[in-house]
């Protein structure tokens, strides 16, 4: 049965507060797994760090052996914003890359990584912080001995949103949980919204409301817990459970706090599905602008296969949603196509599409086919633009149409911004864009995926009906569990086609 979601959830504000809901074992438990996937990042690269302090050391001090080492050393790492080698009087000897070049020869000493400093331990991890390079960073160092004696170290800024969105995009497919990570300061060093890093949950503005701030006061003062808490997001109110380990490294602490959403007004999910039907309409607006401009040079070539060649060309350097292209004249047959592997297609009959005389006609300059396999083997969508010479019609520009970027930007965004997925189907079924890019191609009407009674329930709604919100139950693809999701759809009409966009809220 689809379950509507009705209730707005103002009222949660007097029912919600730090702790009073108990959070299931299974939050609790990517917690912990998480905190053990970033410490095995953070080994791994310390590891890499005592190969490089080998090299600088066998080479008894060499500046350019020592650039080599830390060339090698950004190489192997993932998420290495900087890498320096200082000596024992903690003046700075190489760097990597060029961009801390005037940072060779100074006094490093502001930063207190004498021999004092790395005493009792051989990795060490500051705070986030501003560094001298101009980055928010925190600064994984090593300290070197040369028999015993300390020859100075290596330090490494990290690109921690790197790191972290790995864990965070990991955490939301297999579970549907968010990640951000604080320090028991209270400064935050990750979180998938940009805008919150670097700000205290303990004292900004943002984090005021008393239950979220006596949720923040209980993550920073315990190592592990749960709480639970509401928040107002984009004018609705969400209640989100939280479940929090602390990575302890190098000197430092980090606590890993690991999200769900519980409950969440459905006109959230209603608004943010005509606000990604609103920004996949522009991404197709863009396209097909591009896609007239490369028909009226065609027109002004008046037959000039070179310059209707160039064209094309010029057309997929400015539409980056493009994959291929073909020319063809009024009676459907190819004169050029792009980019190289399509160039033996000139020359033949593209009936098969059937974009004609007619159906411009019908849809305007601009038409869009359905989902269909194309005859390079590529799955897409074409989107067409009609070629007109003197007035008369004269064939067209057709593009298959990379969903990937196509909608995948405006996915992008939406997740960012809210942290709901997206998908877009046709109303027969076919699934053009998932976040999850295996069901792309899938039918959710007829596929084996898709038979759980509630989801067909739901599939048969979507199809159905031009808007809507419903609730379903599924196991996504790699995820270790199955997830309630909360779904709201709109349309959109382009070029002839309908799609539904969805977009879907892990309860």
Known sequence: MIKRLAAVLAVLFLIFSAGCITTDASLEKAAKETVDEITEELEEMAEEMREAGHVILSANGDAKAAEAALFELYEDTDYSISILYADADEICIAVYPDIIKDSV??????????????????????????????????????????????????????????????????????????????????????????????????????????????????????????????????????????????????????????TKVT??????????????????????????????????????????????????????????SIISLVYADADE????????????????????YGIDEDFHKNLGRIGLTKYQTLEEGVFAALMSSAVYEGGSYAGYISAALDESILIGVPAKEIRTKYGYGIWVVEPSGMQIYDTDSDEVGL?????????????????????????????????????????????????????????????????
């Open 105 to 258: 020869g100074k006094d490093l000493s502001i930063y207190g990584t004498d021999e004092e400093y790395y005493a009792g331990r051989d990795i060490a991890l500051t705070n986030y912080q501003l560094l001298e390079s101009g980055f928010y960073s925190s600064v994984l160092s090593m300290p070197l001995y040369d028999n015993v004696k300390f020859a100075g170290y290596i330090s490494d800024a990290l690109d921690l949103t790197k790191m972290m969105d790995k864990a965070e995009v990991e955490l939301r497919s297999d579970f549907g949980y968010s990640l951000w990570v604080v320090e028991p300061s209270g400064m935050q060093i990750y979180d998938p919204d940009a805008e919150e890093v670097g700000l205290n949950i303990l004292t900004d503005t943002l984090y005021a409301k008393a239950d979220v701030r006596a949720a923040a006061e209980k993550i920073c003062a315990e190592k592990r817990g749960t709480a639970s808490y509401s928040l107002v997001e984009n004018g609705h109110v969400s209640v989100k459970e939280a479940a929090w380990e602390t990575l302890s490294y190098g000197g430092q602490e980090w606590r890993i706090v690991v």
């Open 263 to 320: 409950a969440r007004d459905s006109t959230a999910l209603e608004n943010a599905a005509d606000e990604a039907a609103a920004l996949i309409v522009e991404s197709l607006d863009e396209t097909a602008e591009e896609m007239r401009d490369a028909a009226e040079d065609i027109e002004e070539a008046n037959g000039n296969v070179n310059a209707a060649s160039k064209a094309l060309y010029d057309l997929l350097d400015d539409a980056p």
């Open 333 to 352: 047959i190819c004169i050029t196509a792009a980019p190289q592997f399509m160039e033996d297609v000139a020359g033949r009959d593209m009936t098969i």
């Open 443 to 507: 039918n959710i009407l007829t596929d084996e995926r898709y038979r759980a009674e509630d989801i067909q329930a739901a599939a048969k709604l979507i199809v159905s009906e031009p808007q809507g919100t419903a609730v379903y139950t599924i196991l996504d693809a790699g995820a270790k569990e199955p997830v309630t999701k909360d779904v709201a759809w709109t349309t959109i009409t382009y070029g002839g086609q309908e799609w539904r966009v969805g977009v879907t809220s892990i309860r």
